[in-house]
T-cell receptor, first 115, second 111 residues
Framework: GAVVSQHPSRVICKSGTSVKIECRSL??????MFWYRQFPKQSLMLMAT?????????EQGVEKDKFLINHASLTLSTLTVTSAHPEDSSFYIC???????????FGSGTQLSVL | KQEVTQIPAALSVPEGENLVLNCSFTDSAIYNLQWFRQDPGKGLTSLLLIQSSQREQTSGRLNASLDKSSGRSTLYIAASQPGDSATYLCAVSQAGTALIFGKGTTLSVSS
């Protein structure tokens, strides 16, 4: 079956540093990938839609300069949390859309803790 | 703006019980509806996907129904087991793009 690989699964960093999260579709091409954020006991909230070869579309309230998204190939999208602060601590999860099967597949998520 | 609500927020049952989780959505113009399972600190496992033209889907002990006109879906779990303990998320898709999630129902099944 289709697999979406997301790394790292857990990261702890100091306030002010930047963290990069990778989302990779292993056996299908994904022109579109989505990034979600989930705070404890809350629902997953869409942060941005990443389209291969073009700029990401950010949801209202999500700072594009803080959450940098790069979708340089059909199998890889990255989310970089720049100058991370404790309030950025959250569970980040990506999903990739298989254009052939018209299905969404999810990564296993990244738990970010900013000290 | 589409909103997805799940009731109850938490549920505790003894092993063997049949149970129903509820999901409602405000905009009936959906492309499909999915039920997911999420274990603590983990990603999502897709359980059932119902297209907007379908009424229900079944997989093993799970049955999901969809009433698009009333904006409701239910997930029925038969003969619950401790291994079913997890958070169950309902999500709708509009125009086949990003999903809009509910807050989930946290299920605890005791042995």
């Amino acid at each position: 079956g289709a697999v979406v690989s997301q790394h790292p699964s857990r990261v702890i960093c100091k306030s002010g540093t930047s963290v990069k999260i990778e989302c990779r579709s292993l056996d299908f091409q994904a022109t579109t990938m989505f990034w979600y954020r989930q705070f404890p006991k809350q629902s997953l909230m869409l942060m941005a839609t990443s389209n291969e070869g073009s700029k990401a579309t950010y949801e209202q309230g999500v700072e594009k300069d803080k959450f940098l998204i790069n979708h340089a190939s059909l199998t890889l999208s990255t989310l970089t949390v720049t100058s991370a602060h404790p309030e950025d601590s959250s569970f980040y999860i990506c999903s990739a859309k298989d254009i052939l099967r018209e299905k969404l597949f999810f990564g296993s998520g990244t738990q970010l803790s900013v000290l | 703006k589409q909103e997805v609500t799940q009731i109850p927020a938490a549920l505790s049952v003894p092993e063997g019980e049949n149970l129903v989780l509820n999901c409602s959505f405000t905009d009936s113009a959906i492309y499909n509806l999915q039920w997911f399972r999420q274990d603590p600190g983990k990603g999502l496992t897709s359980l059932l996907l119902i297209q907007s033209s379908q009424r229900e889907q079944t997989s093993g002990r799970l049955n999901a129904s969809l009433d698009k006109s009333s904006g409701r879906s239910t997930l029925y779990i038969a003969a619950s087991q401790p291994g079913d303990s997890a958070t169950y998320l309902c999500a709708v898709s509009q125009a086949g793009t990003a999903l809009i999630f509910g807050k989930g129902t946290t299920l605890s099944v005791s042995s």
